[in-house]
């Protein structure tokens, strides 16, 4: 299916083919922020510069900018009222950073000063999450779990999750937790030498966002699992289907799985939609297409908060 | 302001025919008394203005008397009173300062216009019998002229035929069929404004279009698409591109009209061809700027093709041979009352091509087939009087299978396939009413089966595991037609036309994705959508003076019937038109909407294109059009046009995220999925708006043997949408932005069996959406920004075309005729479309942009017996 049809007909009659040159000389960068927040880590705003598609360098951090938070007066999104306000301090290499962390339930406003731009952006961080898992036999082929959640009624409310199996084998273990980052220092160490583990040390908790399932729950708080249809990633070159499934390849699989619950704010529920829509059906997809809700820019800014819950079957 | 101006035109198109009457640049004339005789009236005419007055005083009695409400009375007051009292009509003659008096006894003369030769009624023929007096004959070749008992002559002429004198004073009745004979010395002018002798009537086709037209399309061939893209303002910026565009429109907003239904593709093969075969052609005209109110539903322009009845004298044969087509043609008369005409073509392109794949590209089935069929059947109760039923079949089928093993473990099987299906079924009755009622009516049928499928299988040699995806894009468009019509010749103010129809409107778009190859009965549209389209509509034609002519209308449309919701849209147009000596200039305003949308694939992908109807949320389509043209006749030899325009289109619609579509290139991965999720094709667009200005200009010349047209157009045309809540909105260049366009031709006439013929085209390339940044993504990954809107443009396109064309006439009048060209005559690689492709790891750039040209230099051999 990766053939275009054009290039079929194209193939078919031997037609000519010639490479353009596009004229990039007059590409204009732009500034793309990268931060998601929680009240369990501390501030960390990540900037680069955009790049034209036809430069493969890296991309270029952003080192002289201002980074402005300002906490919103209250919950609702609609009262523009600051009533704190800090600078984040440069660390290098476009991070830039605080130590204290963000509130859950407040709103926030995100403002880059840089080459004389204005990038603004705005996000929620959740009210930390409560939620409980119940598994649910259907049949003795088909399970599904319940996820129980006490829900924000002032507001909409979002949410995503992932199965991750614990795997039994040490090594093993170390593996994953390296490739995700984890909370380990000598694992963020281990990556620090490359943009690339910068992100990874900065969203190390995230390790499993790409796979997280965004949804929202049903009129009784419910958020339910279907286990036939999900995939799970033990790795990053390897998945696996749960307990019930048809079959599961992965020789490390346990009955013991992590169950990530995410209470996210619309921005990144919006975010993790894009990265299921861009999931393409096999292996060599080339382009994606991420959510954002920056002004004057790229990238994300938003707030989630995390439960982890351990699920037995 | 659109609305602001919809306003104004409104109301000058209510208040101009009022005011048309009154003249305020006539003198105030002094009189003794209130009583006086003609002969004083012209007097103090002559005496007190610069006029002078001009009578024949056999017909005009100077003695009769008028009584005047005043003594100090004004002008044109006067010449309102003496045609009101006496039985006199006065011509003003501002530019000569004539008046001239004209017995009132007035009579009509009426009938139909057709070619000697064929029978076949002659459509936008101009009747007069002086330079400022006269008619057209409309789409069935009627006419009606009010003249005085004086007038003894009339004059009937149209080009490419000998100007016919006919005596009519003693002519007894008001009944005059008249058929003028082809001049065969006159060249053919293909396209462009007719040079008519008599240039002081409006013209009322902005394009002639004749079937004899030696501009060729691909395959050595008159083709009405090639011809009409050589007329300013309308381009084609890309190989074999469906259909064509005007000044900054879509190929979408196109109405075209085969005997007055709807079609919906106008191309073989992705564009090798049109669907139209120049045999079965009796007249086309394109609208662009000063359409008439009687065309609706598209936003640009109106192409309006009138098919052959089918020669009523004679039985014409003739069959052709070409790179591509196998196409015979007959025409003659079944009874003296009954003619037919039928037409079909079939492609051979299949015969050679599987012989044209290389063996190893693994293509085990392909197809490139099209066919079509014409015919038309007429009978004729009176030459004024007929009923026709045209019918009209058109099918592509483009198949490429292959199949494919990589490294003796995966087996490939690709299979993609576009199939398209136009129908049409018309019924037309015509009949004059009365010497001054024409009657039109029409009800028809015509359907539209779009199907383009992508499907893709891969086994595993060793174990036999499969995995499946079929991507189906399917568009299914029904319309049907109903409408009435009446011409009215007897207005003191003018021709009118009224006219009101209905059209049921039947849309079924989908695009179907499954994990299995789908099975054909699977493969069909899951909705429907059912929409009606009622209008009605008034057109004026009105001479204001000798020099000014002004034809208006309104157009009232009513979309009703789909998700409880109706649009209302009125549409005034206005043309103005000023000529004097060899100077002629207009201005015009048209308003239009649109109640079918086209989705249209912004990738170079799959095919899939899909025809939606105007919903709660997705509102029709407008534009308001504003265009003046200004055209120098020197005299027969050549003619200078200048022209310029201004549109403005709203309520258009486009893909949220073109890059959704982007990702076909590499994977055909799905628009969307109505068969399995939520995702209706309403979630995924964004309305906006759009505008598109211009220059245009055209040069003609003929002399002789000699024809050369020279066209330009500079223009742009561009989109604004807010396609996020976060980010303003944005305005890009569309897709068929193309700033400069050149087309030319030239042709030489060795004698009436050899000429040689030469064309050149340039146009700026067409654009696409390429995403031109790359940012991080939160683990710093390189993704594609979605921000970029149509940013690279295709290369220019241009080539040069060659041709000669021999006939050579038999003693029994039977004739072969051949064509034979160069195609692409430097071999210009000109683009058909384009794609991106990624580079090997480490590569500098990472990705290139690839351009593929499709047709190469190659020849044109066309044969044609005529018998």
Redesign the interface.
């Known amino acids: 299916?990766?053939?275009?049809?054009?290039?079929?007909?194209?193939?078919?009659?031997?037609?000519?083919?010639?490479?353009?040159q596009?004229d990039?000389s007059e590409?204009k960068?732009?500034v793309?922020v990268?931060s998601?927040v929680s009240a369990d880590s501390m501030w960390v705003v990540?900037l680069?510069y955009?790049?034209?598609?036809?430069?493969?360098s890296d991309?270029k951090p952003v080192e002289n900018a201002s980074v402005h938070i300002a906490v919103m007066a209250d919950t609702d999104s609609n009262v523009d009222e600051e009533i704190q306000s800090f600078y984040l301090q440069h660390e290098g290499n476009g991070r830039y950073t605080r130590s204290n962390r963000p509130a859950e339930g407040r709103n926030y406003q995100l403002t880059v000063e840089v080459d004389e731009e204005v990038i603004t952006a705005r996000t929620y961080v959740p009210k930390v999450l409560h939620a409980s898992a119940e598994v649910i036999e259907l049949t003795p082929d088909s399970k599904h779990i319940s996820i129980e959640v006490i829900e924000d009624e002032a507001r909409e409310n979002f949410y995503a999750y992932e199965l991750l199996p614990i795997v039994e084998d040490k090594t093993e273990l170390d593996q994953t937790e390296a490739l995700g980052g984890g909370d380990s220092d000598t694992n963020n160490d281990a990556a620090s030498s490359t943009?690339?583990a910068?992100?990874?040390q900065q969203?190390g908790k995230?390790n499993g966002?790409?796979g997280a399932v965004p949804a929202q729950s049903d009129q009784s708080g419910s958020i339910i699992v279907d286990l036939d249809n999900i995939t799970i990633r033990s790795d990053q070159s390897s998945t696996s289907t749960l307990p019930g499934g048809d079959t599961s390849s992965s020789s490390n699989a346990s009955n013991k799985y992590t169950l990530k619950v995410w209470a996210v704010s619309i921005d990144y529920y919006n975010y993790l939609i894009s990265v299921q829509?861009?999931s393409?059906?096999?292996s060599?997809?080339?382009?994606?297409?991420?959510h954002?809700?920056?002004?004057n820019g790229?990238?994300?800014f938003a707030g989630y908060n995390l439960e982890e819950i351990l699920i037995e079957f | 302001m659109i609305r602001r101006v919809h306003v104004l035109v409104c109301a000058v198109f209510l208040s101009v025919n009022l005011l048309a009457q009154e003249n305020a640049d006539l003198p105030t004339l002094k009189f003794d008394s209130l009583q006086v005789t003609l002969e004083s009236a012209i007097k103090s005419i002559e005496n007190q203005s610069d006029f002078f007055c001009s009578y024949n005083p056999l017909t005009v009695d100077l003695s009769d008397q008028l009584l005047l409400t005043r003594t100090q009375i004004p002008l044109a007051r006067l010449i309102e009173t003496i045609e009101e009292q006496l039985e006199i009509e006065v011509q003003i003659n501002q530019s000569s300062n004539k008046l001239q008096f004209f017995s009132k006894q007035k009579r009509i003369i009426s009938g139909i216009i057709s070619d000697e030769a064929s029978g076949e009624s002659l459509q936008a023929v101009a009747v007069y019998h002086t330079s400022s007096s006269g008619t057209y004959s409309n789409e069935e070749g009627y006419y009606s002229l009010r003249i005085t008992e004086e007038v003894d002559s009339l004059f009937v002429s149209y080009l490419g035929y000998k100007t016919k004198a006919i005596a009519v004073q003693n002519l007894l009745g008001s009944s005059l069929n008249i058929s003028i004979t082809s001049d065969n010395e006159l060249t053919t002018v293909i396209i462009s404004d007719t040079i008519r002798s008599l240039n002081d009537l409006s013209n009322p086709t902005p394009m002639d279009y004749r079937p004899e037209s030696p501009i060729t399309g691909i395959g050595g061939r008159s083709d009405l698409l090639s011809s009409v893209r050589f007329i300013p303002g309308v381009s084609v910026g890309s190989e074999a591109q469906n259909g064509f565009t005007v000044r900054g429109g879509g190929p979408d907003q196109n109405i075209i009209l085969i005997d007055g239904l709807p079609i919906y593709e106008a191309s073989h093969l992705?564009g090798l061809s049109s669907i139209f075969s120049s045999e079965t052609i009796k007249h086309a005209d394109l609208y662009k700027g000063d359409i008439p109110a009687r065309f609706g539903g598209k936003l640009s322009s109106a192409l309006d093709i009138r098919l052959k009845d089918g020669n009523r004298n004679t039985v014409n044969r003739s069959a052709s041979l070409n790179f591509e087509n196998l196409k015979g043609f007959i025409e003659g008369p079944i009874s003296p009352k009954t003619s037919i005409m039928l037409n079909g073509r079939i492609s051979i392109v299949g015969l050679y091509?599987n012989a044209?794949?290389?063996k190893s590209?693994g293509?085990v089935d392909?197809e490139f087939s099209y066919n079509d069929f014409y015919s038309k059947l007429s009978h004729w109760f009176s030459p004024s009087n007929r009923i026709s039923f045209t019918v009209y079949s058109g099918r592509d089928d483009?198949r490429?299978e292959?199949e494919k093993i990589d490294q003796a473990e995966l087996s490939f099987i690709?299979l993609?396939e576009?199939k398209w299906k136009n129908r049409l079924f018309a019924i037309n009755y015509n009949v004059a009413l009365s010497d001054k009622v024409f009657l039109h009516s029409k009800i028809g049928v015509s359907t539209f089966d779009f199907d383009?499928r992508?499907?893709?299988s891969v086994t595993s040699i060793q174990d036999q595991s499969n995995s499946k995806?079929d991507?189906n894009a399917i568009s299914q468009q029904s319309d049907r037609i109903a409408q009435v019509a009446l011409d009215y010749f007897g207005s003191r103010i003018g021709k009118f036309n009224f006219g009101a129809g209905i059209i049921n409107h039947s849309s079924a778009p989908s695009i179907l994705e499954a994990n299995t190859c789908l099975d054909p009965f699977e493969r069909v549209a899951d909705s429907t959508y059912l929409s009606n389209e009622a209008f009605c509509y008034i057109e004026n034609t009105l001479d204001l003076t000798s020099n000014w002519t002004l034809k208006s209308g309104l157009r009232y449309n009513y979309f009703f019937g789909l998700e409880d919701v109706s649009y209302n849209y009125f549409q005034p147009r206005v043309n103005l038109k000023y000529s004097r000596s060899r100077n002629q200039i207009n201005f015009s305003y048209s308003s239009m909407s649109q109640f079918l949308h086209l989705l249209v694939n912004p990738s170079?992908?799959?095919?899939s294109d899909l025809w939606v109807p105007s919903t709660s949320r997705v509102a029709p389509e407008s534009s308001q059009l504003f265009s003046s043209t200004y055209k120098y006749i020197s005299s027969k030899t050549w003619s200078l046009q200048i022209g310029a325009f201004y549109n403005l289109y709203d309520n258009l619609i486009a893909y949220r995220?073109p890059?959704?579509i982007?990702?076909?290139?590499?994977?055909?991965?799905p628009v969307f999925n109505r068969d399995t999720d939520e995702k209706n094709w309403e979630d995924r667009v964004e309305i906006g708006r759009g505008r598109a200005y211009g220059l245009e200009f055209q040069f003609n010349y003929e002399r002789g043997r000699f024809t050369y047209l020279l066209g330009y157009t500079l223009s742009r045309s561009e989109r604004t949408f807010k396609f996020?809540a976060?980010?303003p909105e944005i305005t890009y260049p569309y897709k068929y932005d193309r700033p400069h366009n050149i087309s030319s031709y030239l042709e030489y006439r060795f004698d009436e069996n050899h000429k040689l013929f030469a064309s050149w085209v340039f146009g700026n390339g067409n654009l696409w959406t390429?995403?031109?940044?790359?940012?991080?993504?939160?683990?710093?990954?390189?993704?594609?920004?979605?921000?970029g809107r149509n940013n690279?443009r295709?290369?220019n396109y241009h080539k040069l075309n060659l041709g000669y064309s021999v006939r050579r006439e038999q003693a029994n009048g039977n004739y072969f005729e051949y064509t034979l060209g160069i195609h692409n005559a430097y071999n210009n690689?000109n683009p058909?479309?384009?794609?991106i492709e990624?580079q090997p790891a480490?590569?500098?750039?990472?990705?290139?942009?690839?351009?593929?040209?499709?047709y190469?230099i190659f020849p044109q051999i066309n044969v044609k017996y005529s018998w």
């Not at chain 1, 955009?50 to 493969?56: E, G, H, L, V, W």
């Not at chain 2, 990702?663 to 055909?668: K, R, W």
């Not at chain 2, 995403?771 to 710093?780: K, L, V």
């Not at chain 2, 480490?842 to 499709?854: C, Q, R, T, Y």
């Open positions: 299916m990766r053939y275009n049809f054009y290039i079929l007909l194209i193939l078919a009659f031997s037609a000519c083919e010639t490479e353009i596009v990039q590409y960068p732009f793309v990268n998601i990540q680069n955009s790049k034209s598609i036809f430069d493969n991309f943009e690339e910068n992100f990874t969203f995230f966002f790409k829509e861009s393409l059906p096999d060599e997809k080339t382009f994606y297409n991420y954002t809700n920056i002004t790229g990238g994300i | 992705g091509a044209l794949l290389p590209s293509f392909t483009i490429l292959r690709d993609n576009v383009s992508s499907a893709n995806l991507v170079s992908g799959l095919p995220n890059y959704e982007i990702q076909a290139i590499v994977t055909d991965h996020y976060n980010e390429l995403a031109e940044s790359a940012i991080p993504d939160i683990e710093g990954n390189p993704i594609l920004d979605e921000r690279i295709l290369s690689r058909f479309f384009s794609y990624e480490g590569s500098n750039p990472p990705i290139a942009v690839k351009e593929v040209s499709l190469p």
